[in-house]
């Protein structure tokens, strides 16, 4: 598969990781959502012509950095592309 399955096997290690080290669940879901925001921005575009992971996780008005698209400061909104679901 793509990027989301990559991106969900590292969240939920760093997760796993935070939850034993400290000792809470808490943290470890804590630790869960920013490590997926982070594999999403870096390895979001390499799942299923690049959009499911991007349609799957993050936060509607969270902005995506289309990094294999030109410029890498090129920024771009967070329903980019529009077509992705069509």
């Known amino acids: 598969?793509?990027?989301?399955?990559?991106?969900?096997?590292?969240?939920?290690?760093?997760?796993?990781?935070?939850?034993?080290?400290t000792g809470h669940s808490n943290a470890g879901l804590s630790a869960w959502y920013p490590s997926m925001?982070?594999?999403k921005e870096a390895w979001?575009?390499?799942?299923?012509?690049?959009?499911d992971l991007q349609d799957q996780c993050g936060a509607t008005n969270v902005?995506?950095?289309g990094s294999d698209?030109?410029?890498?400061g090129e920024c771009r909104?967070?329903?980019?592309?529009n077509y992705a679901m069509n």
């Open 1 to 21: 598969f793509g990027g989301s399955q990559r991106a969900t096997v590292l969240a939920l290690a760093a997760g796993t990781a935070t939850a034993m080290a």
């Open 69 to 72: 698209e030109g410029c890498i």
């Open 63 to 65: 902005f995506s950095l």
């Open 37 to 39: 925001y982070l594999h």
């Open 44 to 51: 979001g575009r390499l799942g299923f012509y690049g959009y």
């Open 77 to 81: 909104g967070a329903n980019y592309p």
